[in-house]
């Protein structure tokens, strides 16, 4: 166990940590408008970024490169943009063609450097799938530095963002640069992937934008802490990934940090409180429990009060029976009912109203007809 | 800004006309809202609006009506400065929309935004105050105060925390309202706001609105409901890309009016002496048809 | 031309063919994403069918490849129709989620396969001569131009036989599930042929041309036509010119073919884009000034008209007022005049004065009638 603390394993963890935390909270804005692939766009965008600045300036340096990777990516979502606002060529399939086209062109100038002789750039291998192993403590400053900057502009324009979002036409009623603050946010996130394109690669980053938010919104139906907790999810899917790829031989960081960032959202779907699967179940089960009490007791009230008798009397189940629709036998219902004290039985085979069923009953009637009276 | 209702519109004005060249000669007149002069706009090939002109006075509670495709939405969302025109003006309180932005108060249609995103009924309200709140700067006590004044307005008060994506239609309607009573502007102008409410939320709508134009404020609506016309609004603008009619709803609700924004389809119309109608049987839905099919099938 | 540039040339142009018929209606139906999720994810397919088969040339690995791709649309569908995700994010973590699942399989048994995650990503479309099929010592071609115009040729018979049910549930899934044609059934039909033609195509090509392949021609082709079936037409050719355009540039500047081919359809995705007749980029820009003059010139005549026969007139009606009184500029003004000029519909007397033709006047009273 003492090997995973050791310094490589610290660094790749914490730079996965920040990575995750920068492209999780960005990503919940992606997410929410729709625009979760934007992620994939700019990563495949980002090969002829990479490559061009490589053959323009010669330099190794990551941030040079990194520079020309972003540089691109953002061009290739202004192309989108472009696209879509005036044509009739919907956002999605804007977004494929500058997908396959940038990472085409790419693929190009990467196989026409390769046949020089004096080329050295690294494989396309690293590109496509990272190499957490190569993270230095260097790069984790500059990753931090990264975050710090993204977080203040968020907190910065926390509001604007807001509405940008939810509500973009009203944005601009208020006199908000609405397109100024759509191409800060698209170029918050093409730095968040440019960064990760070096730990986890071009077509895993994508899920680091989307999986985190998406889990996150099962949890929270408040913006700042869904933002707050895609930002945890995906620090947390990172440090995971990172410290799992290092106990187990052979298993490569990126794709296990998407796994757990997968099983995040897995869990978050089935089992988040009030959103999730089970607890849309439970609600289910609940409401059609209720309708087939209500349902029985409703048809009691309405035999009781066929016959004007002064005398209680009793039904019979098979009368019951009679009056539901296909709800399936009464009797396990009636017996509900017994135990709840809505309904008794009335010597051995008949079955009456308690008083609290009536009342039950009556309220619920006069609910329907004051609901008739006010929509609301 | 301190967000008082007694801003005066004249030296905004004036202001504005003499940051603006081409003003210099077209006077703003003190007692108008709104004027819209010669306001062409056209999406793709298909005009929308055509040539239009209107002078709304301040004060008054109008509705646009017509058909749909009529250009109604684009109306109001050009005065917003949201879609461009390809000729004309429009002048809010004598200055252009972007000078005026904090006399002029929005709301959206109910259908245009993700109801399903996460936040809750007061934070929606409070981004009416973003406007005047400008960059960096974060609502606080006070913003949220005036929201929630505007939410017990609209009869919203007990919903505060609500999430937005569990409030039935009226609701979420009485939501944009507060938000919008929340800018505290001296224009509304309004796309829908009566669009599939029930009974209750439109009666309180109206009693709002009516109340806004108490305080002598300007109330723009989208409206599709012609048989409430006369009993809700005082002044109306009929539109089928052209303008057909503006003015007061005694002058301009009359039925050769309606005839010619709705083409020759409306056969209602026994009307009385006022040229009101007595009883027009779902007119919102008599509409010309919008050329909205996808056009790649034949 | 050597045989084996003729035969990639061939195996490049089929594929083109082949993608470009379900891209039509994966653009159409905004679905293009799907077949970037597809793509990527039959990765996992060929890798899991491997270790069942321990064949790598064995035609189950396509198999394998066209089940994971049908999985990948079942499993956006399952969670979307969960509501809890978008359709958009369902796909940005399921597809992710499989690829990562490929890639930890290709690594953790990198010894014992053969598999580069390379060569399945980016193909080498040079190679596709040498993996010949021969039966009895015969040699029959490549194997890329087999399966390429075999999946071409099901491509066609499967358009020919369900067009009227794909463009119905294309153009209205509600209708055509009232005329009983089952969307659901065209959707998940559509969405297997995605599947089908991509493995085979990115076997030869890579997965990333595969998308360029389907959604370049066919958004390039819907900027061209109004019509379904000249869409199919235009998008096959335009896939096919690309990808013999990019075969030649690939081959000029010894780059990645892929590549080029990729890269050649954004060209013309991009020509076209700017270009087209009615709906590119320049033409729109054009017909806009041309509606913002012609609009000009009917305001021109009406404030002619309005202003004719007054004593106004003499300072009314000239270029330099017109400035002033429609809020134009100088130079505006002038190309409009001049413009109405050309269309007879004004003319200018020597001293600057402006007035209307007959035409200007009928063309006038008529607008101001209406």
Request: a neutral charge.
């Amino acid at each position: 166990m003492l090997s995973l603390l050791n310094h490589t394993t610290v660094t790749i963890a914490l730079g996965a940590a920040i990575l995750g935390a920068v492209s999780g909270s960005l990503g919940s804005f992606a997410v929410l408008r729709r625009q979760s692939l934007v992620g994939d766009a700019i990563s495949h965008a980002a090969l002829p970024g990479l490559v061009a600045a490589y053959i323009l300036t010669g330099a190794k340096s990551s941030l040079v490169l990194l520079t020309g990777a972003a540089v691109a990516g953002l061009l290739g979502m202004l192309i989108v943009m472009l696209i879509s606002n005036t044509s009739r060529v919907k956002f999605d399939s804007a977004l494929g063609l500058v997908l396959s086209v940038f990472f085409g062109l790419g693929l190009v100038l990467l196989t026409w450097i390769q046949k020089k002789p004096e080329a050295a750039m690294a494989g396309l291998d690293r590109f496509l799938f990272g190499q957490a192993a190569a993270l230095l403590r260097r790069d984790v400053w500059m990753f931090a530095c990264v975050a710090a900057v993204v977080f203040s502009l968020l907190a910065a324009f926390w509001k604007e963002f807001k509405i940008l979002a939810f509500d973009r036409d009203y944005g601009v009623s208020l006199g908000m640069p609405m397109r100024s603050l759509d191409i800060i946010l698209t170029g918050l996130v093409t730095v968040a992937i440019v960064l990760g394109l070096q730990t986890v690669g071009v077509v895993l980053m994508s899920a680091m934008i989307v999986a985190p938010a998406a889990a996150a919104r099962q949890w929270t139906n408040r913006l700042g802490r869904m933002v707050l907790l895609a930002g945890l999810f995906g620090a947390g899917s990172g440090v995971a990934g990172a410290v799992a790829s290092t106990a187990i031989q052979r298993l490569p960081t990126g794709p296990t940090i998407v796994l757990i960032a997968g099983f995040v959202v897995l869990v978050s779907v089935t089992a988040a409180p009030r959103r999730g699967l089970i607890a849309e179940a439970l609600r289910r089960r609940h409401n059609r429990q209720k309708l087939r009490l209500d349902a029985v007791l409703c048809d009691l009230f309405e035999l009781e009060s066929q016959h004007e008798l002064a005398t209680p009397h009793g039904h019979t189940a098979q009368a019951i029976q009679a009056m539901s629709f296909g709800e399936g036998p009464v009797d396990k219902t009636l017996a509900e009912l017994e135990s709840r004290d809505l309904a008794a039985r009335f010597g051995s085979e008949r079955w009456t109203l308690t008083g609290k069923g009536r009342q039950r009953v009556e309220r619920m009637i006069h609910k329907l007809e004051s609901g008739n009276r006010h929509e609301e | 800004m301190d967000g008082s209702p007694g801003i005066k519109p004249h030296v905004v004005s004036a202001e504005a006309a003499a940051g603006e060249p081409d003003s210099t000669t077209a006077t703003p007149s003190p007692g108008l809202a709104i004027e819209v002069s010669d306001l062409t706009v056209a999406y793709h090939d298909r005009p929308v609006l055509w040539d239009v002109d209107l002078e709304v006075p301040a004060g008054v509670l109008m509705a646009v009506a017509g058909p749909n495709g009529a250009g109604k939405t684009t109306l109001i969302k050009s005065m917003l400065g949201l879609v461009k025109p390809a000729a004309g003006r429009v002048l809010i309180h004598g200055a252009p929309y972007r000078e005026q932005r904090t006399l002029t108060a929005y709301v959206p249609q109910r259908g245009s935004v993700d109801w399903d995103f996460p936040t809750q009924v007061l934070d929606v309200v409070m981004m009416g105050t973003y406007g005047k709140l400008g960059w960096l700067r974060r609502p606080g006590e006070k913003q949220r105060e005036q929201a929630m004044h505007c939410l017990d307005r609209v009869g919203m008060a007990d919903f505060w925390r609500r999430q937005i994506s569990h409030l039935s239609g009226g609701q979420q309607q009485r939501v944009f309202l507060a938000r919008a009573l929340a800018q505290d502007a001296q224009v509304y102008l309004m796309d829908e706001p009566l669009q599939g409410v029930d009974a209750t939320t439109e009666r309180a709508i109206i009693d709002i609105l009516r109340e806004l134009r108490g305080q002598g404020r300007t109330v723009v609506v989208v409206h599709h409901d012609l048989q409430s016309i006369p009993e809700y609004f005082d002044w109306l603008t009929l539109l089928n890309v052209r303008r057909i009619a503006s003015g007061p709803v005694e002058s301009a609700f009359t039925p050769e009016n309606l005839r010619r924004a709705y083409g020759g389809r409306v056969a209602f119309l026994s009307s009385r002496e006022t040229g009101i109608p007595e009883k027009s049987t779902a007119l919102s839905d008599v509409a010309v048809p919008p050329d909205e099919k996808p056009d790649w099938v034949r | 031309m050597t045989r084996s540039q003729i035969e990639i040339q061939a195996i490049a142009a089929l594929a083109a063919a082949a993608c470009a018929l379900p891209g039509v209606f994966l653009v159409l139906r905004r679905m293009s994403l799907m077949c970037d999720a597809i793509s990527h994810v039959v990765l996992l397919g060929i890798v899991v069918m491997f270790f069942v088969v321990g064949d790598l040339s064995s035609p189950l690995l396509t198999v394998g490849a066209a089940i994971t791709g049908v999985l990948t649309v079942v499993l956006v569908e399952a969670l979307t129709r969960t509501n809890l995700v978008k359709r958009d994010a369902a796909i940005g973590i399921v597809f992710p989620l499989l690829f990562s699942l490929g890639v930890i399989l290709v690594s953790r048994h990198a010894g014992d396969v053969h598999l580069d995650t390379d060569a399945v990503l980016l193909g080498e479309l040079a190679w596709a001569p040498f993996n010949r099929v021969s039966i009895n010592g015969h040699d029959l071609g490549p194997r890329g131009l087999w399966s390429m115009g075999a999946v071409l040729v099901v491509n066609i018979a499967l358009l020919l036989a369900f067009y009227k049910e794909l463009k119905l549930a294309t153009f209205d899934a509600g209708l055509a599930a009232s005329l009983g044609l089952a969307p659901a059934v065209v959707h998940y039909g559509l969405m297997t042929v995605v599947s089908i033609t991509a493995v085979e195509a990115f076997d030869v090509a890579g997965s990333i041309l595969v998308v360029a392949l389907m959604i370049a021609p066919a958004a390039a082709a819907w900027l061209v036509t109004d019509r379904l079936d000249h869409m199919l037409y235009v998008a096959v050719a335009m896939g096919v010119v690309g990808a013999l355009g990019g075969y030649w540039a690939a081959h000029w500047m010894d780059a990645s073919i892929a590549g080029c081919i990729a890269t050649v359809l954004g060209l013309l995705f991009g020509i076209t884009f700017l270009l087209a007749p009615s709906r590119g980029l320049v033409s729109l820009a054009w017909r806009r000034r041309q509606q913002k003059l012609s609009f000009a010139g009917t305001m021109l005549t009406i404030h002619l008209l309005h202003h004719e026969d007054m004593p106004e007139a003499e300072k009314e009606n000239r270029i330099a007022h017109l400035g002033e009184h429609l809020r134009w500029g100088d130079h505006f003004a002038m190309t409009v005049v001049r413009n109405a000029e050309r269309e007879g519909l004004v003319s200018r007397s020597d001293d600057g004065k402006l007035n209307l033709t007959s035409d200007g006047r009928s063309h006038a009273l008529e607008v101001v009638a209406q």
